[in-house]
C-alpha cells in the first residue's frame, strides 16, 4: 500500500511539472492556455480486458496451470492459481474505480504523441486525477481515441459508452471481505 500510494505521489507530481511547464510555455507563447486530453482509464482498461492479445493470456496461463496439474507440478499450480483472484482484483480496480492503468498505457506510450497531435491537446492526463478544474481551462476527451488500440468489438464500445456516465466506485467499496 505505501509502495503504490508513493508511485502516486510521484505520477501526480510529475503530472503537475508538466501542466506547469505547459502552462508557463503558454504564457511565454503569447497568453494561449494549454489544451488538456483528458480519458476515462476505466474505459480503456475495459477495452484491453476484452481484446483479443489480453484474452489469449488468459488462456496461456489457464493452459499452463492446467499443464502443471497434469505433470504434478503443485507448486507451480498453486503460484499460476493465485495469479488468477490477484489480476481479478486488479481489473476491478481499474474497470469499476479508477485504479491506474500505467501498464496498460505504456502498451501504447509510442502512440500518445499521434493522439496527443489529433486531439489537438498538449498534455493528456486520466480524467480521474484532475480533483479541481477551473471552467476557463480547456479539455478535450481523449478516450476513445486511445481506446481504439486495442480493437473493441462492437459490444465492447456499447459497454464503453454505457459506462462514461457512470462515476467510478471508490475503491474502497471493491475490496474483498476477509
Known amino acids: 500500500m505505501k509502495k503504490r500510494m ?8 510529475i503530472l503537475l511539472l508538466g501542466i506547469l511547464s ?3 510555455a503558454a504564457q511565454d507563447s503569447g497568453g494561449t492556455a494549454p ?10 482498461a475495459l477495452a484491453y480486458y476484452r481484446s483479443e492479445e489480453f484474452l489469449a493470456e488468459v488462456d496461456e496461463l489457464k493452459a499452463e496451470y492446467e499443464a502443471a496439474l497434469q505433470s504434478g507440478d503443485t507448486e507451480r499450480a498453486d503460484e499460476l492459481g493465485l495469479l488468477g483472484p490477484e ?10 474505480s479508477a485504479g ?3 501498464e496498460i498505457i505504456w502498451m501504447i506510450w509510442s502512440e500518445l504523441p499521434a493522439v496527443a497531435e489529433e486531439a ?7 480524467a480521474w486525477d484532475i480533483i479541481y ?7 478535450v476527451d481523449v478516450t476513445d481515441l486511445l481506446v481504439t488500440f486495442f480493437d473493441p468489438s462492437e459490444e465492447t464500445l456499447g459497454i464503453i459508452e454505457s459506462m462514461k456516465s457512470i462515476p467510478a466506485i471508490p475503491r474502497q467499496f471493491l475490496q474483498d471481505e476477509d
Open 87 to 96: 489480476q481479478q482484483q486488479l481489473v476491478h480496480e481499474q474497470i469499476f
Open 22 to 24: 505547459v502552462s508557463a
Open 35 to 44: 489544451v488538456t486530453g483528458i480519458f476515462d482509464s476505466r474505459c480503456v
Open 133 to 139: 478544474r477551473d471552467e476557463s481551462m480547456q479539455f
Open 100 to 102: 491506474d492503468i500505467d
Open 6 to 13: 508513493s508511485r502516486r505521489v510521484s505520477a501526480i507530481t
Open 120 to 126: 489537438g491537446v498538449d498534455i493528456i492526463v486520466s
